[in-house]
């Protein structure tokens, strides 16, 4: 499933927009989707350095133990230039084989992270060190990355638009509309290419109520193609 079609199904709703701004992906091809599992970290400040636990029990390497490869880390930074981690950190991500990583964030150690393997989308990519400017500081709760909130278990998925969140308790129905939509602009698509007209005959379609009597509903009426 395009992320487009999460987007457009989720607008259909009414839902509010659930685009990560910034997200973007670390190298070509690379795609995700997959449950959320999530960190919020909070800007450094040394008298908060020991209200949390430190080392492999911090709430980042908490999170990194729940992942898997049908979850995505999701990772709430505190500036869209600041690291959320790179080769060593990431490297248990490898080997928990997670089915994705985003923040709206920036990471170090690209060329590392791009042969880990791991479908990375991030603000962008940095030499600076994260522990500098900010400190893990929850696992698994709700977070707001990129302007959008995520709960853990929303559903995450990423391609080379950007990542959208699909919120776990309409996954399902959104699903259903996207699906329904990518099927009609694939009608649309090929009937532009047989009478070459502009595209506004048949498109857009916002809203999701197709009228049967219009150019668009006499086309997929006649193509067998219920809406």
Avoid at 73 to 97: A, C, T, Y
Avoid at 103 to 127: E, H, K, L, N, W
Avoid at 213 to 224: H, I, R, V
Wanted: charged share 20%; glycine share 12%; with cysteine.
């Amino acid at each position: 499933m395009r992320s487009q079609g999460l987007i457009d199904g989720l607008w259909v709703m009414g839902w509010p927009s659930s685009y990560i701004e910034g997200a973007r992906p670390l190298a070509k091809g690379m795609k995700c989707a997959g449950r959320a599992v999530t960190v919020r970290f909070v800007p450094q400040r040394p008298d908060i350095g020991t209200d949390k636990p430190g080392g492999e029990n911090s709430p980042e390497y908490e999170a990194f133990e729940k992942c898997d490869n049908k979850t995505v880390l999701v990772m709430s930074s505190v500036g869209p230039w600041e690291s959320v981690g790179g080769d060593i950190k990431f490297l248990r991500l490898k080997q928990r084989n997670v089915g994705g990583l985003v923040t709206d964030g920036s990471v170090r150690d690209t060329d590392t992270m791009i042969g880990y393997g791991i479908p990375t989308f991030s603000f962008s990519t940095t030499a600076k060190q994260g522990p500098a400017a900010m400190q893990p500081w929850e696992c698994n709760g709700v977070i707001n990355c990129g302007g959008v909130v995520v709960r853990p278990g929303d559903v995450i998925v990423g391609d080379q638009d950007g990542v959208v969140v699909v919120p776990a308790a309409a996954a399902q129905q959104v699903y259903d509309i996207a699906h329904s939509r990518e099927q009609i602009e694939e009608v649309v698509k090929a009937q532009l290419e047989i009478e070459k007209c502009p595209p506004g005959k048949y498109y857009p379609f916002m809203s999701g109520k197709i009228k049967p009597d219009s150019p668009l509903g006499k086309l997929l009426t006649s193509k067998g193609i219920k809406f």
